[in-house]
């Protein structure tokens, strides 16, 4: 199994190109089970979660092919006559469960595996399966998979979410396109990955009012057709690397940066001294001084501070001078990079969904795994400014989200690179 070795060796200049968004790669290709007419999706991301999706939907019937090095994927449903997602393949990822919805607005019925447990925390299902019960579906757990049929097809209906779930509202913005009537999500999600979603439906010939805000309404109609998408650009991954400047020094500018995809984010750098400026070509980020300023971080639901930049920014704060605390609000349990970074002479203190993080002047090389996708690249930026070497184990979960990573950072400089791990 690969790992990955990093330097820590000063300053980093250059650019960065950011990929196509995964999580929003994610719900558009499920998309394509709403139609028979062929959906294209340019600015993908070449990762290993997409080609999990893409295993997924051929099992479902559906034909993928990749174009261009995987940046374009052409996906027909036409002879999609499948409506079971079998546990082998959902289990590999959580976001499997975004075809739930299609399936049951195509087929009038669906089987999908639940994806089981989650290294970041329970993650369970209920709000998708509240919200379809209210649009007509009868919904049974049944060994392990969810049995959901609409004997009489979906119906709109008005459905107050619990709390603002990125997939459930995924989930029921594509169910309701084809259900009969107007579907409204209250206390909906706003990520940007949603009002992606949102588009590429409309150009779908779907009728979607209010994405990017807490209320959506959809009006449902009898067909879909085909259309053409780029995917929106990864906030995730543009944050990620916004981080390798503050934490090694040095200016990098991010090709495609978007301020209004990272604007809590960059805030919070802001007052942990850092600069970020929009360019002609998207982001560029300096730090402004040798010290990093602590700053409390708590993470919501979008527009506040994303859970998936949590880890990398908590890596940042390792060596800032004085306490942050940085509180998790969307899974109970992912600070599971926190012991490695201790391993790497950080000083954190875990309580439930706090951590206390004293800084301190310069973390140690060392070798470290993670359990998680974010969690493991933080380890990469805390291992840039670190004196010696890591060496980071457990590369697939890299794999998932990040692409061409080693290449990015040494194109501004970075001394990392991918080994065969010996035994
Ligand atoms: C998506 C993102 C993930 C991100 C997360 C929060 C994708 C593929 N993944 O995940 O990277 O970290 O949003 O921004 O887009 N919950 C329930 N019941 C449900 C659904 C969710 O209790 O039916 C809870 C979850 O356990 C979790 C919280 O709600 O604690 C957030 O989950 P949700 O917003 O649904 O995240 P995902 O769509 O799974």
């Not at 049929?149 to 995924?170: N, R, W």
């Not at 010939?205 to 998408?229: K, N, P, Y």
């Not at 503050?246 to 001294?273: P, S």
Request: some cysteine; aromatic content about 2%.
């Amino acid at each position: 199994m690969d790992s990955i070795v990093v330097k820590g060796n000063g300053a980093l200049n250059g650019q960065i190109p950011i990929a196509g968004a995964k999580n929003a790669c994610l719900t558009l290709m499920p998309a394509t089970l709403l139609s028979d007419e062929p959906l294209t999706l340019t600015n993908a991301p070449r990762l290993s979660d997409i080609a999990t999706m893409t295993q997924l939907l051929e099992s479902l019937g559906a034909e993928v092919s990749s174009l261009d090095d995987g940046h374009v994927i052409v996906l027909s449903s036409h002879k999609a006559d499948n409506p079971v997602a079998h546990y082998d393949i959902v289990r590999k990822m959580r976001a499997s469960n975004l075809v739930l919805g299609p399936l049951l607005a195509r087929h009038g019925q669906a089987t999908v595996s639940l994806p089981g447990g989650c290294a970041i925390g329970a993650r369970p299902m209920d709000i998708h399966t509240d919200a379809l019960t209210a649009m007509g579906a009868e919904i049974k757990l049944k060994d392990g998979y969810l049995h959901a049929v609409a004997p009489k097809g979906l119906q709109g209906a008005v459905i107050d979410f619990p709390f603002a779930s990125v997939g459930a509202t995924e989930n029921i913005m594509m169910a309701a396109t084809l259900a009969k009537g107007t579907t409204v999500i209250n206390n909906a999600a706003r990520e940007p990955e949603i009002v992606d979603l949102a588009d590429c439906l409309r150009k779908m010939g779907a009728q979607i009012d209010g994405d990017g805000t807490s209320s959506i309404t959809i009006q449902g109609v009898d067909r879909l057709h085909g259309a053409t998408h780029p995917v929106v650009t990864d906030r995730i991954e543009l944050g990620t690397y916004m981080l390798a400047p503050a934490i090694a020094g040095g200016e990098v500018e991010l090709l495609g940066g978007r301020m209004d995809l990272v604007a809590a984010f960059a805030e919070k750098l802001d007052l942990a001294g850092i600069d970020v400026s929009e360019t002609a070509n998207g982001l560029k980020v300096k730090r402004r001084g040798d010290l990093i300023n602590a700053v409390d971080v708590v993470t919501e639901p979008f527009p506040g501070f994303p859970t998936d930049l949590q880890a990398q920014m908590m890596a940042l704060l390792c060596t800032a001078n004085g306490v942050s605390v940085l509180e998790e609000k969307i899974f109970e349990n992912r600070f599971m990079h926190a012991p490695e970074l201790i391993r790497m002479g950080a000083n954190i203190d875990v309580q439930g969904g706090h951590a206390t993080v004293t800084g301190v002047d310069r973390l140690k090389g060392a070798p470290v795994m993670a359990t998680d996708l974010r969690a493991s690249v933080s380890l990469i930026l805390a291992g840039l400014a670190a004196e010696g070497e890591t060496v980071i184990s457990r590369v697939y979960h890299l794999d998932r989200g990040y692409e061409h990573v080693v290449a990015k950072l040494r194109g501004v400089g970075a001394k990392i690179e991918r080994i065969k791990q010996n035994g």
